[in-house]
């Protein structure tokens, strides 16, 4: 069982930086990729980012550029550097983990893009 905890979230004025962070339970070599996906209000979960254990990073078309995902191995940890945050990038944001077999979601933590 993996447990995934995120935090780092809160308001923020547009064109601002927030960095999230998720706690992962177990170490990270034993998970083929972690990502980050968001949920605004009344619409579908969306992937954000993705690092996989070779550190391989893809990202959604709209935070390209503004977004780095990363993979701290020593703190089992996955960050999300949110840079230039528009207010369309609010949103509730999760921390995935894909253990090919297994997949588990964090509690998720709230982002809001606001002036």
């Known amino acids: 069982q993996v447990q995934l905890v995120e935090s780092g979230g809160g308001l923020v004025q547009p064109g601002g930086s927030l960095r999230l962070s998720c706690a992962v339970s177990?170490?990270?070599?034993?998970?083929?990729?972690m990502s980050w996906y968001r949920q605004a209000p009344g619409a579908q979960r969306e992937l954000v980012a993705t690092?996989?254990?070779?550190?391989?990073?893809t990202y959604a078309d709209s935070v390209k550029g503004r977004f780095i995902i990363s993979r701290d191995s020593a703190k089992n940890t996955v960050p999300l550097q949110m840079n230039s945050l528009k207010p369309e990038d609010t949103a509730a944001y999760y921390c995935?983990?894909?253990?090919?077999?297994?997949?588990?979601w964090g509690q998720g933590t709230q982002v809001i893009v606001s002036s």
């Open positions: 690092v996989t254990t070779d550190g391989t990073t």
């Open positions: 995935y983990a894909d253990q090919l077999a297994r997949h588990y």
């Open positions: 177990v170490s990270l070599r034993a998970i083929y990729s």
